[in-house]
């Protein structure tokens, strides 16, 4: 339903490192496995949506290329906080971590499906996980925490490896999107596109773009 995101992974170099971040039931982490020739991380917290992933990964044969790290990420190392369902439809978005606003910054109330579950950094997993590689492209798509997540992957965002991010910002989260501009650029990163995330939506209707970056 990305057009521009699929657009972004046809220009990935072929056999690079992918992180999906938000990776979902895996359409972006396939489809750059099986076109590119990828070596994926994909980052999924949702049991919901591991399940979709996992499954799909293996009717893809892709288990020798896509790598399941099934934690959601923070700006914090190993904390244990409410991880919220938007829906218990398998594929659904919308969930959040350690906090309680939604996408576009506003207070969420309490969900039916809420619990407890480990999360932790990038800079935290990259210190003490030397099997995971360091990408040349990240997509960080999570509905909100975008903006944390980055900021507790600076060891990441200033690795010179790392090529490009798409990461999803909301226009009307001001916060959010203040942090995400201040510490790319501060790490050498140009804002090169931003685009609707949604198919078919004109860029004014929607509050929600990709923003592409580039060093």
């Given at each position: 339903?990305?057009?521009?995101?699929?657009?972004?992974?046809?220009?990935?170099?072929?056999?690079?490192?992918?992180?999906?971040?938000?990776?979902?039931?895996?359409?972006?982490?396939?489809?750059?496995?099986?076109?590119?020739?990828?070596?994926?991380?994909?980052?999924?917290?949702?049991?919901?949506?591991?399940?979709?992933?996992?499954?799909?990964?293996?009717?893809?044969?892709?288990?020798?290329?896509?790598?399941?790290?099934?934690?959601?990420?923070?700006?914090?190392?190993?904390?244990?906080?409410?991880?919220?369902?938007?829906?218990?439809?398998?594929?659904?978005?919308?969930?959040?971590?350690?906090?309680?606003?939604?996408?576009?910054?506003?207070?969420?109330?309490?969900?039916?499906?809420?619990?407890?579950?480990?999360?932790t950094s990038?800079?935290?997993?990259?210190?003490?996980?030397?099997?995971?590689l360091i990408?040349?492209?990240?997509?960080?798509?999570?509905?909100?925490?975008?903006?944390?997540?980055?900021?507790?992957?600076?060891?990441?965002?200033?690795?010179?490896?790392?090529?490009?991010?798409?990461?999803?910002?909301?226009?009307?989260?001001?916060?959010?999107?203040?942090?995400i501009l201040?510490?790319?650029?501060?790490?050498?990163?140009?804002?090169?596109?931003?685009?609707?995330?949604?198919?078919?939506?004109?860029?004014?209707?929607?509050?929600?773009?990709?923003?592409?970056?580039?060093?």
């Amino acid at each position: 339903k990305e057009i521009e995101t699929v657009e972004w992974i046809n220009s990935f170099k072929p056999s690079s490192v992918f992180w999906d971040i938000g990776a979902n039931i895996g359409l972006y982490s396939i489809y750059a496995a099986k076109h590119k020739s990828c070596d994926v991380f994909s980052f999924e917290p949702s049991p919901l949506n591991l399940k979709c992933l996992s499954r799909n990964i293996c009717a893809n044969n892709l288990s020798d290329k896509i790598n399941i790290i099934p934690l959601a990420l923070s700006d914090q190392s190993n904390i244990f906080a409410n991880f919220k369902e938007a829906s218990n439809i398998d594929g659904s978005a919308m969930n959040t971590f350690g906090v309680e606003y939604d996408f576009e910054g506003k207070k969420i109330e309490k969900r039916s499906y809420e619990f407890k579950t480990l999360g932790t950094s990038i800079d935290f997993l990259l210190k003490n996980n030397p099997n995971i590689l360091i990408p040349d492209y990240v997509k960080i798509d999570v509905d909100g925490i975008e903006h944390l997540i980055l900021n507790g992957g600076l060891s990441l965002v200033s690795n010179p490896k790392v090529k490009q991010f798409q990461i999803e910002v909301s226009e009307n989260f001001k916060e959010q999107k203040s942090t995400i501009l201040e510490i790319m650029n501060e790490y050498g990163f140009i804002l090169k596109s931003k685009k609707s995330s949604l198919k078919g939506v004109v860029n004014d209707e929607y509050s929600t773009r990709n923003y592409h970056f580039t060093r």
